[in-house]
């Protein structure tokens, strides 16, 4: 679901009407993620995407800086990004500039889609930046994001959002790409309404690939 903690767990199951307790189905859960996150493997074209990110600039000639802001916990995280070749694309997001969902910095409960995340990531980049740059404002950001909860949540963080679902979830949510693009499907309701999108904003798109990423309509210069 894209959103850490045991709330949101408990939502899932109370959503998907599971014949099984919750704890039962958290161990299953958590076994299932062993076996099978170490054989993870980046979507098509995340590995350009990311090497062309970290060497571009934006049309002002001032440099892109990049964070990774996700919601598995750095165990789960670990086990995914275990194979060489995927830890090598990793490699790209500094040490500190990697926030993941059991930071300890981050409120619990207050995962996707709350905006948090995505704000320690960029008040992270801001801490570090170098002498002369100027401090980065939430919407001159870009997130790119697999699930519904984390589209909500950099819609409530005041940045721009690509949404990059899987099929089988973007099948799920056909007739309501426009309210997920604005963060309004009500999926986890947190309050602070007032940090929501509006339908057909132009603030979040849709992509079925991050292949050919066009970088021009977001003023970056990548370098290749």
């Known amino acids: 679901m894209g959103v850490p903690g045991s709330s949101t767990g408990d939502e899932f199951h109370r959503w998907a009407q599971l014949p099984i307790p919750?704890?039962?189905?958290?161990?299953?859960?958590?076994?299932q993620q062993r076996l099978h996150f170490p054989h993870c493997k980046p979507l098509p074209g995340v590995e350009t995407l990311l090497a062309n990110l970290n060497s571009?600039?934006?049309?002002?000639?001032?440099?892109?800086?990049?964070?990774?802001?996700?919601?598995?916990?750095?165990?789960?995280?670990?086990?995914?990004?275990s194979l060489p070749e995927t830890k090598e694309i990793f490699s790209v997001f500094d040490e500190n500039r990697r926030i993941l969902g059991d930071d300890p910095r981050l409120q619990k409960g207050r995962g996707k889609p709350a905006p948090d995340i995505f704000l320690l990531a960029l008040q992270v980049i801001n801490e570090s930046l170098g002498d002369g740059e100027k401090a980065i404002k939430p919407s001159e950001c870009l997130v790119f994001e697999d699930s519904v909860p984390g589209v909500e949540a950099g819609r409530r963080a005041g940045m721009r959002v690509v949404w990059v679902p899987h099929q089988g979830l973007a099948a799920e949510y056909e007739k309501r790409d426009k309210e997920v693009l604005a963060g309004r499907t009500g999926l986890v309701p947190i309050g602070d309404e007032w940090q929501l999108g509006n339908v057909d904003d132009g603030w979040a798109v849709k992509l079925v690939t991050l292949e050919n990423f066009p970088y021009e309509e977001y003023q970056i210069q990548a370098d290749s």
């Open 22 to 31: 919750r704890e039962q189905f958290k161990r299953e859960q958590k076994e």
């Open 56 to 81: 571009a600039h934006n049309v002002d000639g001032n440099k892109m800086h990049i964070a990774l802001a996700s919601s598995s916990e750095k165990n789960n995280y670990e086990l995914k990004t």
